[in-house]
C-alpha cells in the first residue's frame, strides 16, 4: 500500500543520514537560491521537454529541507502527499513533466519533488521534466555538496580576481577544501613580478594569470597525469596536488639545492604522503555502504 511505501522511504531515508556521518556521502538537497549566489550564474534559456537522470538532480528551489538527496522523506508531514502522488500513479497514465533548472551538469528541481521520490523510489532511472538552462561560473555536477559548494564560491571569485574567467581554460582548477585560491593569488602575484622584471616592465595582473597557467600551472599538472600521481591520492584534485607539490618543491631545494626538479619533486611528494591506508579503507566503506543500499532497495 502507498502508506507503507512511504513508512519504508522514510526509515530508508532515516539510516541515510546515519550513513552520512560515517561515510561523508552528501544527505542534502541544495538549495537553488543558495548555488545561484554563490558561484553566480550568467543567463538562463528555456531548453524544453526531455528526459533527464534523476541521479542528477541534486537541490530544490523551495523543499530542499523536506526530502534528503535520494529524495526520500525526510518529514511525516509529507506523507499525505507522498501517498496522494502514488495512488494517481497506480490510476493514472503516469506523470505529468516536472520542472527543472539546469545548472552545469546538475538539476534543480522547480516542481515535482514529490514526483521524482515516487519515481526513484519505484527504481526509475529517468524522468520526463521541462527544463530551463542556466550557465553557471563554475562547474557544477550531480558530485556538488554544500562544502564543495563553498570551494566552488571561492574559485569563482579567484576566476574573476584573474580574469580567467573570460578564459577557456584546457583544466578546471578546482580544490577539494576551502581557502587554498589565495595560495595560487599568492603564485601568480610572485610570477607576475619575476615576468615584469624579465621583460623590463609593468605586467597586469590578468596577462600574469594566464601566463602562470600557462607556463606554470599546466606544466605541473601534466608531469602528475603522465606519472599516474593522482591516483595514490584519492578524492582530491590536481590544484590539491600542484600546491603540495609546489611546497614540497620549495621544501626540498632548501634542503638538497636547486637542482631539484618539479618531476622528482612530484615522485618524492607521492612516495611520502600517498593516501594512508585508514583513509583507503574509508573510501571502501563508502563503496560498500553505496552498495547495501541498493541491495536493501532490492529487497523489499
Not at 526530502?67 to 502514488?86: G, I, K
Not at 555538496?145 to 582548477?173: C, H, M, N, Q, W
Not at 603522465?226 to 620549495?250: C, I, Q
Not at 636547486?258 to 594512508?276: H, I, K, W
Amino acid at each position: 500500500m502507498p502508506r507503507i511505501e512511504f513508512e519504508r522511504a522514510k526509515r530508508r531515508g532515516t539510516w541515510n543520514r546515519i550513513l552520512s556521518f560515517v561515510t561523508g556521502h552528501p544527505s542534502l538537497l541544495l538549495p537553488f537560491d543558495l548555488v545561484r549566489e554563490a558561484v553566480g550564474l550568467r543567463s538562463s534559456a528555456y531548453d524544453g521537454i526531455h528526459e533527464i537522470e534523476i541521479s542528477q538532480v541534486i537541490g530544490s528551489v523551495n523543499r530542499y529541507d523536506e526530502f534528503d538527496r535520494e529524495f526520500l522523506p525526510r518529514r511525516w508531514e509529507t506523507a499525505e502527499r507522498w501517498t496522494r502522488v502514488r495512488e494517481v500513479l497506480e490510476e493514472g497514465p503516469g506523470f505529468p513533466p516536472i520542472k527543472v533548472y539546469q545548472v552545469g551538469e546538475a538539476y534543480f528541481v522547480v516542481d515535482g519533488n514529490h514526483r521524482i521520490s515516487v519515481a526513484k523510489r519505484l527504481g526509475a532511472k529517468r524522468i520526463e521534466a521541462e527544463v530551463t538552462r542556466f550557465e553557471p561560473t563554475v562547474p557544477i555536477d550531480r558530485h556538488t555538496d554544500v562544502r564543495s559548494l563553498i570551494v566552488k564560491a571561492e574559485y569563482a571569485e579567484f576566476l574573476r580576481t584573474t580574469g580567467l574567467d573570460g578564459t577557456p581554460l584546457e583544466r578546471a582548477i578546482e580544490f577539494t577544501r576551502p581557502g587554498r585560491y589565495a595560495v595560487l593569488l599568492e603564485h601568480i602575484a610572485t610570477h607576475r613580478y619575476f615576468k615584469g622584471l624579465d621583460e623590463g616592465r609593468d605586467v597586469g595582473f590578468a596577462e600574469a594569470s594566464l601566463s602562470w597557467y600557462d607556463h606554470v600551472y599546466r606544466p605541473l599538472v601534466e608531469i602528475f597525469r603522465s606519472e599516474g600521481l593522482l591516483a595514490a591520492f584519492p578524492g582530491r584534485t590536481e590544484a590539491d596536488l600542484y600546491v603540495w607539490v609546489s611546497k614540497h618543491l620549495f621544501l626540498l631545494r632548501e634542503q638538497q639545492g636547486a637542482s631539484v626538479d618539479v618531476a622528482d619533486a612530484a615522485r618524492d611528494f607521492a612516495a611520502r604522503y600517498q593516501l594512508p591506508r585508514a583513509l583507503r579503507f574509508l573510501e571502501k566503506l563508502r563503496s560498500w555502504s553505496s552498495a547495501a543500499g541498493e541491495r536493501d532497495r532490492g529487497a523489499e
